[in-house]
Every structure is written in C-alpha cells, then in structure tokens.
C-alpha cells in the first residue's frame, strides 16, 4: 500500500508537465511603415491585429515579439517619423520589441522619444549604450514564466559600422553576437535562472560576405533554444519544401528551431512552444496576413489611423508621370540603370563641371514601380531616406574597391557608360568607362550619395574620396520634383535593360 501511494504521488507530480498547455509566441520583423495592406493587397496592421486577437482568444499563454525595423519604407514615416507606427504596436499589445537598423535613421533621441512610451520590454543584448540617449531603456535580458517553465529573451543587434550612419548611433558598443548571445544563455542556464533561451535576432538569416548571421550564430552556441530573427526579410516557412532550413545544427549538433516572418507585415510568426522534460520543443508556421481578416477589424483603430491616412492617400492618388515600363525590383538591371542614370542627371544641381559616373546602392530602394501612372506617394515611399547627392573626387583604385563590394551583393546601381566584370571569387577582372579601362591613379569625379560616401552599406572605399559638392535638398524629394517636370512636359520613364555588371 505504502508503494502504491508513493507511485500514485510520483503520477500527480507529473500531471501539471504532462498537461500543461502548449505557449504560443506569435513574432513579426521588418513591417517597415507597412500600416496599409501593399499593393498586392498582403499585409495591413489592422488584419494583423484581428490575427494577434484571434490567437490571443484561444490560447491563454503568448507572447508576442518584433525582431525590430517597425519603421521606414512608406510615407507613414517620411511624414510622420514613426509616431502611428509605435502608437499602433502598444495597440496590438507587442510584449517585446528589439531594435532594428532602421530605428535609427532619425537618430537615437527620436527612438528615447518613442520607445521610452512603449509598454513593451525593450532588449538589447550585445549594445552596450551607457552614455547614448538610449541608456537605461534597454535591458540585456527578460524573463518569462510560463506553464511553471522560465524563459529568458535576448536582443542580438547588428553591427552599426556600415549599416547606420556613424552620427545617428555615436557612443554606442558594439559587442560579438556570437560570443555575446551565447555567454549570457550558459550563464542564465547555469544559474538555473532560465530553464530555456530565446534568441531574437536582427542580424540576418545567411549571407555570403562573411557578415554576422543567425545560422552561424546557431552554429556557434550551445545554450540557445529557439531564434526568431529579423533583417534579411526571410520568410521561413516549414511546411513549404523550398524553404529556407528552419532546423539549424548547434555546436554540439543538436538541431535548433529558426524562425523569420518576410517582412511588410504580410505573415504572422507562430511558434508553438511546450517542453519535453528539460528540452524546449517549437513548432513554427507562417499565418498570411490578408483580406479574409477584414469582416473584423478594430474600428478604433481605424479611427485612430484616419487623419494619417488622409494625408498619405492624397500623396499616393496624386500621379506625376507615367512609367513606359515596369521596374518590378531593386535587383533588376532596368531598376538600377534607371535609378542610376537618374541620379548622374540630377548631378548638375550641385556641381557645374563634368562627372564622370553615378554610383547609387539598391537598398536606398525601398519598393518597386510599376508600368503605368506613376505617384508622388508611390515615390515617396520608393525613397524615403534622408539621403542627399555628393560628388567626390576619388582615385580609381577605390572605385574598383567599391565595385568589388557591389558585386558581392549581387550588383548595385551604376550609370551608363560603366562595365564591370568579375569572377566567381567577386574578383573585378575588368572594369571600363564608356569603354577605356578605369587606371588605379587616375582620379574620377563620382556622383553618389552622402550614405555611401561615408561608407555606409558596407562602402568604405567610398571614404577615401575628396568631397566636392552637396546637395542641400533630400534626394527623394530632388527625384519626386525632377519627376513632376518631366511628367508636365509629357517625358514618360524609361529604362535601358543592358546589364553592367557582369559575372564572367
């Protein structure tokens, strides 16, 4: 009888793990200003919210997470410097918020103004930011009980050298995400503070160039459970078969869950979360964000986006030209020809001399436009950064070391007139202008933009140049009044398809 009562006791202190209700995170990153369903009617923050409600109705224990880049990419931002994008995400009800690149393109005293009113926990692991006007709003870690399991949450950040301009993230630390991120979960697994660690990361999934990245942050740890990451808008997706690899091996081998949403705001990441034994086991799928939503959405919220919403509206139905062709994305060669060679004619607003070629970087395009009528908003939302055109003189030698950079993402934008071929290794094998060999020591007068020419996208050769002229007008706004004159004297846009940076 004694035995029976101890096997019988032994059951029921089992019962609460054995039952114990599955959690539900729910994550987004890179929703960039996305208020508004996009033109392929995916998206909108009020179907998200009805989404986020939903899940929140039928399942007691969630949390919900953004992996950071909340704001730019539409005119909300240009016009309204992320003030209704933060307001709606304390409205959805976000938990934790981690930062993104983009929350700094209007430097650190606007993200204290917004983030210091956000309900959110607010992480940052790996910046230290002692002395920044962000000190003390962010914490390295939280943790979270739940189902009688603790889960700790860390914010792994990106480097700011190349990816934010240096006077809007001056005094921050930068430390290794790598050594950072793992450290701090053996020291809170050690400690027993944590039973599990949850990464949520804006470095990236995967690149080529050697960049931080969420696989090879995996690859390095021992003591992290789950990553939900932002950056590289990748949209894992494990029941689609050519997914990028949502199971990544650890240092020891064991196969850890990766999450990301895409971007735009057009899915909604759900990872159910429950424990065997002393092992954190996520189940993740993508939940589309799209019309079917609509029979419910928050009138309040509504209400509340209106008058933003008028102002945008009148931006994105006011047609200044028409496109003869259609520039899908900022990869294509018609994309970075037009937007290249756009940028080299504008040069003579700020420099009176001849120059010789336009250098412009793909991410400066935040959309694509298509065949036909042509907005001020759509162009707004196109070029929403405080960028300005610069002319430098530069010496050949640093214009082959800006290619060789350009082409180890793909290709950016360069004006007619440039070849460039490389190798396999992104090795420049030719480079010509208007076909005579560019020469190490020759000094060229390049038109670009203020961002790369203080080495921002990872540009650093750009930085040796001399600079010789600014533009005291934004560059979007110099393109949006370029073309109005042009659509007012019936010039429609168009674009060379010519490819000027080739692999051989």
């Not at 114990?20 to 987004?28: D, K, N, Q, V, W």
């Not at 420049?428 to 202008?433: M, N, P, Y």
Request: net charge negative.
């Amino acid at each position: 009888m004694k035995r029976f009562a101890l096997y019988i006791s032994f059951i029921l202190s089992l019962l609460p793990q054995l039952w114990a209700e599955p959690f539900i995170i729910m994550h987004t990153n890179d929703t960039h200003s996305m208020i508004d369903p996009d033109f392929d009617n995916k998206g909108g923050i009020l179907r998200r919210k009805v989404a986020i409600d939903s899940i929140r109705s039928t399942n007691h224990e969630n949390i919900l997470i953004d992996a950071g880049d909340v704001v730019q990419g539409t005119p909300y931002f240009s016009l309204f410097n992320g003030e209704p994008e933060y307001a709606l995400m304390d409205s959805l009800g976000y938990d934790i918020m981690i930062l993104g690149n983009h929350e700094f393109d209007n430097g650190m005293n606007d993200i204290a103004k917004y983030y210091s009113q956000l309900k959110a926990a607010k992480i940052s692991t790996n910046y230290d930011l002692t002395d920044t006007p962000l000190d003390n709003l962010f914490v390295p870690y939280i943790i979270r009980e739940f189902s009688g399991k603790k889960i700790a949450f860390l914010g792994i950040n990106l480097n700011p050298e190349g990816m934010i301009a240096a006077t809007n993230s001056q005094g921050i630390i930068y430390n290794n995400p790598y050594t950072y991120s793992d450290s701090i979960a053996g020291m809170l697994k050690k400690s027993r503070e944590a039973d599990a660690v949850v990464v949520i990361s804006h470095i990236g999934y995967k690149y080529t160039r050697g960049k931080e990245n969420d696989v090879e942050l995996i690859n390095k740890s021992k003591y992290i459970d789950l990553l939900i990451g932002g950056h590289s808008h990748t949209a894992i997706d494990p029941e689609k078969d050519n997914s990028p690899a949502w199971k990544i091996p650890n240092a020891e081998g064991k196969l850890i869950t990766v999450c990301q949403a895409g971007g735009a705001g057009k899915n909604l990441g759900v990872i159910d979360v429950s424990f065997a034994g002393d092992s954190l086991v996520a189940k993740s799928q993508l939940l589309p964000i799209d019309s079917h939503y609509d029979t419910h959405i928050d009138s309040s919220l509504v209400k509340y986006i209106a008058p933003y919403k008028h102002i945008v509206d009148s931006m994105m139905n006011n047609v200044i030209i028409v496109s003869d062709v259609e520039l899908p994305n900022r990869t294509s060669s018609q994309t970075l020809n037009w937007i290249a060679d756009l940028a080299y004619s504008l040069g003579n607003r700020i420099y009176n001399e001849h120059i010789d070629l336009a250098i412009m970087n793909k991410g400066g395009m935040r959309r694509d436009l298509p065949k036909g009528n042509i907005s001020e908003g759509l162009l707004g939302a196109m070029f929403p950064f405080d960028n300005r055109l610069v002319v430098l003189k530069i010496k050949g030698k640093d214009l082959i070391d800006a290619f060789s950079v350009m082409v180890s993402r793909g290709g950016d934008a360069v004006s007619n007139g440039v070849h460039v071929e490389y190798d396999g290794n992104n090795r420049i094998t030719k480079a010509t202008l208007h076909g005579h060999k560019i020469k190490d020591n020759k000094i060229y007068t390049l038109l670009t933009l203020d961002y790369l020419a203080n080495g921002g996208d990872y540009m650093a050769p750009l930085k040796n140049g001399t600079l010789v002229a600014v533009d005291e007008e934004k560059f979007g706004t110099v393109v949006i009044e370029s073309l109005k004159e042009k659509g007012n004297n019936r010039e429609h846009i168009t674009s060379s398809s010519e490819t000027r940076m080739n692999l051989k």
